[in-house]
Every structure is written in structure tokens, then in C-alpha cells.
């Protein structure tokens, strides 16, 4: 899945008579980014996790139950690689939920912004509005790739019992796919609202007279390529 993530800004903040709202705002904002390092690191390494355990999947199906000791083994395997996905997961909303509690310490500023800055707090309101959709959205998709990780767990221990039934198995594998498909849609909100957020702030930064240089003008995206499983 691709994962839009928050867009970058330098801005030189004036020190003479302290920093105005709008420049505190900034600060906020932009340390908020930072907090997310970590979200942003977690992406490739999660894109070569999500690959070694498909094919480690594919190998699964490709066995016959003559074989079964490799199914067994293959199936741990597979197993570990998920409880590792489950951590790279963890640390990615440990870094969105700093990064959260960062970004709302700008609610009280907006109100400090006077009537000559209206435009600007009108962009500051919509900004505000468009992050908390992006956290909310953040939420879900957390919780539905969660539960995708919990089926595949389930799944590779079901894959090491002898008397696991096609019909048992193909349940399983429909259930996953049901999730993953959850997890894509999910994704796609997060993104929306990422991006519609990086649009608004600049559009803030511009109403609010920040001269500020992008470190990224486009929206950098990770490939995080996300399973759908099937029996054969």
C-alpha cells in the first residue's frame, strides 16, 4: 500500500521580539514532521517484511502433505515474520501518536491569531480539522492491518496441524483477503487526508506570511505492498 506522508518546510523563526503565533504554529508543526521519522522509517523495512512472508506463503501452498515437516517449518517461519511486521506496526503509531500530541499543542494559538490574520486563521481551523481526520483515519487503518496481522498469525498455525481441512483453510484465507481489502480502503483515506493536510499547510504558511522553503515538494510515498492471499 502507499503511504503519503507529511511534506517538510524550513522557516528561519525571528528572534527579536520572540515568535509570533503564527511562527510558534510553525514550530509546532514542523516538529510534528519530525516525530514521525519513525513512521517513515518503518515503511520499506514492513514493504521487504510483507514480501518474505508472501513468499514464504507461496512456498507453503506449493508443498503437498507428504511434505508436511517443511509446511511445519515454512509455517514458523512465516509466523516470526509477522510478529516482526507487528513490531514495525507498534512503532509506527508510537510515532503518530507523538506526533499527534505535538500537533494539537497549536489549537490555542489559533485562537491568539487577530482579526488581521483572518484568512490565515481560517486556514489554521481547516488545517486542524484535516489533521485529526488524518489521525482518526490513522486509527483505522492501524486497527484493520492489526487484525490482518492476527488472521495471518492464525493462519500459519492452522498451516501446522495435519488435520486442518481445505474448508477450514479456505475460511481462513477469505477472511484475511476480507481484512486486507479493509486495510487498502483505510490506506486510501489516510492518504487523502495527508495529502489535503500538506495542500492546507502550505496554503497556511502563505496566509500567515511564513516564508518557508519545502524540503520536498511532492508528497513522498513508501511502497508497502500489501498480501492477498489464495488456496490452490
Known amino acids: ?44 523495512p514492513l514493504v521487504e517484511l510483507e514480501n518474505k512472508e508472501q513468499e514464504l506463503y507461496n512456498q507453503i501452498i506449493d508443498l503437498s502433505m507428504n511434505e508436511f515437516d517443511q509446511i511445519k517449518q515454512l509455517s514458523q517461519e512465516a509466523a516470526d515474520v509477522v510478529e516482526q511486521r507487528r513490531e514495525k506496526l507498534e512503532l509506527e503509531k508510537e510515532s503518530i501518536e507523538a506526533a499527534k500530541e505535538e500537533f494539537e499543542k497549536i489549537e490555542p494559538l489559533i485562537s491568539d491569531l487577530d482579526e488581521e490574520q483572518a484568512e490565515a486563521k481560517e486556514k489554521a481551523n481547516e488545517l486542524y480539522e ?25 493462519l500459519y498455525e492452522m498451516l501446522q496441524k495435519e488435520d486442518l481441512t481445505e474448508e477450514q483453510l479456505q475460511n481462513q484465507i477469505d477472511s484475511i483477503n476480507q481484512t486486507y481489502t479493509e486495510v487498502m480502503e483505510a490506506n486510501d483515506q489516510f492518504n487523502q487526508y495527508t495529502e489535503e493536510y500538506n495542500e492546507l499547510k502550505k496554503e497556511f504558511y502563505e496566509a500567515a506570511e511564513l516564508d518557508v522553503t519545502y524540503e520536498d515538494e511532492t508528497n513522498t510515498e513508501e511502497n508497502a505492498d500489501t498480501e492477498n492471499e489464495s488456496a490452490e
Open 1 to 44: 500500500m502507499l503511504m503519503a506522508l507529511l511534506a517538510a518546510a524550513a522557516f528561519i523563526l525571528s528572534a527579536c521580539t520572540g515568535p509570533s503565533a503564527q511562527e510558534e504554529m510553525y514550530d509546532h508543526l514542523e516538529k510534528a514532521v519530525t516525530l514521525e521519522d519513525a513512521f517513515r522509517e518503518q515503511q520499506q
Open 130 to 154: 484535516a489533521m485529526q481526520n488524518r489521525y482518526e483515519a490513522y486509527k483505522t487503518l492501524y486497527n484493520a492491518y492489526d487484525e490482518a496481522l492476527t488472521l495471518d498469525a492464525e
